[in-house]
C-alpha cells in the first residue's frame, strides 16, 4: 500500500481530474454552509444579488452608492460572482491566492467561522451573481434566499453554452424565482419571459413609462450628465436629481437603485444625494480628456451586442467635428458570433461614426465590412495599441472617440491609454494593476 506524506498527497490528489472535482466540492459545500450560519445568526442583514447578461458591476455599484447614505453596506468592487468567490464576497473575507491550498482554506474557514460568531458590521450586503452555462443559478439558489434579487438584462452571452436568448432569460430570471422580490429591467428583458416568473412580488425599473421606477430626462450635456425626475408608485416624481452618467442605458442602473432605495423606505434627500454622488464605473462609459483636445467615451470593460449598440446610440447623439469608434470583437457568442458582428457594423453609419476602427479578428471580418458598405471610413487592426496609435495620428480638434470591446484577448484600453491627454488619467482605465499588466505584457509581445 502506497503511503503519502501529508503535503505530497495533496500535491498528488490536485493532479487528478476527479480528486480536484472533490475537492472543489468539498470548499464549496463548507462555503455555502458558512453563509447559511451567517445569516441565520444575523437575520437583520439584508441581501441584495445582482444578475443579468450585462451591466450587473454599474447596477452593484449604483445600489451600494445610493444606499450607503443611510446604511452601512459591503460590496465587493470586483466582479467575485462564482461559485467559489461568491460566498467569500458575501462573508467579507479575502479569496485566497492559491485555492489548491488546503492550508489556505482552513484560514478561510477560519474566518468565516470568527465573522458567523462576531456582531454584524453590516446592514446590507450587495452580491453580483455570474452565469456561464446552464444549471448555474441554482448553485446560487441552494443556499441563498435573497431579500431582493435585481435582474439588469436577457441579452446574448456565452451562447456557446447556452445556445439560445431562451436559455439565457431562463436561467438569469430564476434567480428571480428564490428570491423574496424581484427587480427587474423593464427595458432590457423583453416581456414575454414573465411566464418564467413563479414569483408574485416583482417591481420594474427602467428609462421608459412602462417602468413603475423610471427616470425622465428633462436636460442633458455631455460633460455634466441628465437633469430630471424619478418616478415611482410611493412618491410620485418628488425625486429630482442631476446624474452624472453618459447614455440612456447608463440612467437604468440608477433607476434600479432607486426602486431598491425607496423599497426599503430610505429617506428621499438620502437617496437624491447617493444619486448626484454617483459616477461612471472605470471603462464604462466614462468619460475622458484626450489627445488634441478629444474626448473619449472609454467603455472598454467588456462588450456584448446590446452594449455595443447602446454605446453607438449614445455616440450617434452627440455633436462633433469628428467621430471615431473603436470596435474590438465579441467574444463567447458561438454560432451567433457573424450575426451579431455584422449588425454593429450596420449600426456604424457615417453621422454615427466618420471614422471605425476595429480591432480582433471577428470585428475585421463581420464588423468592416458592413460599416464600409455604409460608407464609413474603415480601418482594421489586430492589437489595440495599433489602433490607438493609428487613431491618434488621425484626431481632429474636438473629436469623439468611442471605445468598446470585449476583456479577452483584445485589452481595448490600451487604445485608449495611447489616445489620453495627461498619462495621470491612466489610473482611471480598466486593468491596470500589476497581475493585469503581466498578462497583457505577454499577450502583445506577440504583435
Known sequence: ??????????????????????????????????????????????????AGSVGKTSTKTALATVLSQQYRVRMHPGNHNTELSAPLAILGIEYPRNIKSMSAWRQVFKQAKERIAQPATVDVIIQELGVDKPGDMAVFGRYLRPDIAVVT????????????????????LSVVNFSKVGVINRDDIPSKYANLLTN???STYGTTPQAEYSFVIEDFTVEDGYTGHFTSPELGDRLRAHVHVLGEHSLRPVSAAVCVAVRFGMNPQAIIRGIESLRPVSGRMNVLKGYNNSMIIDDTYNASPAAVASALATLAAIRAPQKIAILGSMNELGDSTAQAHQAVG??????????????GQAARQFIAPAAQANGCIVYSFDDAISAGSFVKSKLQPGAVVLAKGSQGNLYVEEAVKVLLRSSADTNKLVRQDGHWQEIKAHFFSKF
Open 200 to 202: 408574485v412580488s416583482i
Open 346 to 359: 450596420q449600426q456604424c453609419q457615417p453621422s454615427v461614426a466618420e471614422w471605425v476602427i476595429t480591432v
Open 153 to 172: 438584462a436577457v441579452t446574448p452571452e456565452h451562447m456557446e453554452y447556452f445556445g439560445t436568448l431562451d436559455a439565457v432569460a431562463a436561467e438569469e
Open 1 to 50: 500500500m502506497l503511503v503519502y506524506h501529508h503535503s505530497s498527497w495533496w500535491i498528488f490528489a490536485l493532479q487528478s481530474g476527479i480528486v480536484k472535482l472533490m475537492f472543489k466540492n468539498y470548499i464549496q459545500n463548507k462555503l455555502e454552509g458558512y453563509v447559511r450560519q451567517y445569516f441565520a445568526a444575523h437575520p437583520e442583514i439584508k441581501l441584495i444579488v445582482v
